[in-house]
């Protein structure tokens, strides 16, 4: 794994030392020598990870970090203060303006790598997830909301066999978070994967009597349900085998005993504000694939959709033997509708049928809205005479209850649907939808409200 490494210290053989070390491991390195000159770089060359010094003459680091953090176009950039101070309440200070991690001088060059690639992970993911959320302005106003973002009342499972232990860190997060506690490695499986509101924060004591610390941690994150939830682990100082072979496997955070209450907490706000920030990008890519594939008025799967998937489909059931119908269904007179009514009211009555047509059909058939009053519906593993029949009860469906809209008068609905079937193995999509749509056209032409097979 390589990337790019700011560092910042005012002191050129403290800067020399640690550019030696990261480019001997193949990082790529920029330096600064004050605070001023660290912004400028931030902003000029967009690192993926900022080693900085919190002594320094002018703008201190800790102010940097702040002016980093505050930042929409760089507050995603991990940030490790480095400092020969080592009191809790100096790292607290560090961890409310934003850093992501210390270390303390001189630095363990195992310790340097293990954080500096673990955060880089983090980078990467968060880079990825920032593309495909938003582009352009988006993504700055949505990064604008997330700098207000707190981590008050977050979710937070506690792994503790030691009574004293568990009460302590309760105490300290009691009043900022939600504390669940457990005492048993598999208990804690269950309990974080089947948690109905999934846990912000897990919170490891490696030093248990009863079970390996490590393989939980190990397990935790080889589970879909909590792979990406944070963990945070609290060892002794003397563990450093441990502690290394746990950031190593993937653990966000750690702190030594004795715990100190400022920092924990601060450490545990600093998990849980990232956690929420990743997961909102998560939903914002997720939100922008189901734009990119469903209908925004009634929720059903769009034209695009339906063309990129129902080629696959029909290859599918044709290579297997197996059938499968299509319905190409229609509003009867729905220009009148929106004349009379309003486009408002045509807008609600394309709603309510979607959701008449969701009642009718199965969860694995493919109901898409393909422009204007037109759907078309893919029903798997049905043969014609079937999927004659659950056309027919859509249409009975949609024609035997009044459309209600609002202040609008209720208004009589009809459709019409023709419905076609795979015949052979030379079928392909065009052919299947064109037969469907004859037959809807027949449908019109003998009356509407009525439902027409294709010639096979």
Request: aromatic share 4%.
């Amino acid at each position: 794994m390589t990337a790019r490494v700011l560092v910042v210290d005012d002191i050129l053989a403290n800067v020399r030392l640690l550019e030696a070390k990261l480019t001997a491991e193949y990082f790529e390195v920029i330096t600064a020598m004050n605070g001023l000159d660290a912004l400028e770089a931030v902003a000029r060359n967009k690192p993926d990870l900022i080693l900085l010094e919190v002594m320094m003459p002018g703008i201190d680091g800790i102010e940097v970090c702040k002016r980093i953090k505050s930042n929409p176009a760089t507050q995603h950039i991990p940030v490790v203060m480095v400092t020969a101070l080592d009191q809790p309440e100096d790292r607290v200070r560090g961890l409310n303006a934003g850093a992501d991690d210390f270390l303390t001088k001189p630095v363990n060059d195992i310790s340097l790598f293990c954080r500096i690639k673990s955060l880089v992970r983090l980078k990467m993911l968060t880079d990825e997830l920032r593309i495909r959320a938003e582009t352009g302005d988006n993504i700055h106003s949505m990064l604008r909301n997330e700098v207000l973002a707190t981590a008050e009342q977050g979710r937070i499972l506690l792994v503790d066999t030691r009574e004293t232990s568990v009460e302590r860190i309760k105490s300290a997060l009691s009043g900022h978070h939600i504390v669940t506690s457990v005492d048993d490695p598999n208990l804690a499986i269950e309990t974080a994967a089947t948690a109905s509101v999934p846990f912000e924060l897990i919170v490891i004591s490696l030093e248990q009597v009863k079970f390996d610390g490590l393989r939980l941690c190990s397990q935790l994150r080889s589970l879909e349900a909590t792979r990406q939830t944070p963990i945070l682990i609290l060892v002794e100082p003397d563990d450093q085998t441990r502690l290394l072979r746990a950031l190593d496997m993937g653990v966000n955070d750690y702190l030594l005993r004795p715990v100190d209450r400022q920092e924990l907490l601060a450490r545990v706000n600093t998990q849980i504000k990232r956690w929420r920030y990743t997961e909102q990008l998560r939903s914002s890519v997720k939100a922008s694939i189901e734009l990119a594939v469903t209908d925004s008025l009634t929720g059903l799967y769009n034209r695009r959709y339906l063309e990129t998937h129902l080629t696959s489909l029909i290859e599918h059931f044709i290579n297997r033997g197996k059938s499968l119908a299509v319905l190409a269904v229609d509003v009867d007179f729905f220009k009148p509708i929106n004349d009379t009514y309003g486009h408002d009211a045509g807008d609600k009555v394309l709603q309510e049928l979607a959701v008449r047509i969701r009642e009718n059909t199965r969860t694995i058939d493919l109901c898409c809205r393909t422009g204007g009053e037109e759907f078309v519906l893919v029903l798997p593993s049905t043969n014609m005479a079937a999927a004659h029949v659950i056309a027919e009860r859509l249409r009975k469906s949609i024609a035997s209850k009044l459309f209600t809209v609002g202040q609008t008068p209720a208004i009589p609905v009809t459709v019409s649907i023709g419905v076609a079937a795979l015949n052979n193995v030379e079928d392909t999509l065009d052919k299947l939808l064109k037969r469907a749509d004859s037959a809807l056209y027949a449908a019109k032409r003998e009356g509407r409200n009525r439902v027409v097979q294709a010639a096979a």
